[in-house]
């Protein structure tokens, strides 16, 4: 699978996805992330969009002229360079394969207890380093830090502490059988 990664007029990211599936048969996907939001000392969940601007394109085959495919309204560069045929290489390549994986929507991630730091569990983010740099302990929240793009970016996620016996138990998953 080949990722590319369009940066379009924010307020038109959704309504573009869609003429891309529609019209190129193409994966197309505007990140969105759940965070957990309190209200009245009620929390709650809801859907934000992850880096605004941004759509990801997933295609079985590379693109001939992705340059070309892309010219389209409302689309305002095409991340990556020619010598990648414009794909999405590296940890960016990584990054994109995460989001789809995931439907497009990174959900409550899992972290642990270690010491007095709260971690997040390996591969909570699909295998994108991702640092913890402000925790809400008492709202389930945290801020984290992570790259995209050659770019540091922060986002506030929802989290759930787990206990060793469920570390333990997500590494199993996780491991090759």
Not at 50 to 55: E, H, K, Q, T, V
Not at 81 to 97: C, E, H, I, P, Q
Request: charged share 30%.
């Amino acid at each position: 699978m080949y990722a590319y990664c369009l940066f379009c007029e924010t307020v038109k990211c959704e309504e573009l996805a869609e003429r891309i599936r529609r019209e190129c048969g193409w994966e197309a996907i505007n990140p969105r992330i759940v965070q957990r939001k309190w209200v009245k000392g009620v929390a709650f969940e809801e859907i934000k969009t992850l880096l605004p601007g941004y759509i990801f394109v997933y295609t079985e085959t590379m693109i001939p002229y992705p340059r070309a495919a892309f010219r389209m309204d409302y689309v305002i560069r095409l991340l990556g360079d020619d010598g990648s045929n414009y794909t999405l290489v590296g940890d960016d390549d990584r990054f994109a394969r995460m989001l789809y994986n995931c439907g497009g929507t990174i959900g409550i991630l899992k972290a642990y207890q270690e010491g007095d730091r709260v971690r997040l569990v390996e591969g909570a983010l699909g295998g994108i380093e991702g640092e913890i740099i402000r925790l809400e302990r008492r709202k389930g929240r945290a801020q984290i830090r992570y790259q995209f793009a050659g770019s540091t970016c922060t986002t506030w996620v929802g989290y759930d502490l787990i206990d060793d016996q469920e570390k333990i138990d997500l590494k199993n998953e996780d491991a090759p059988h």
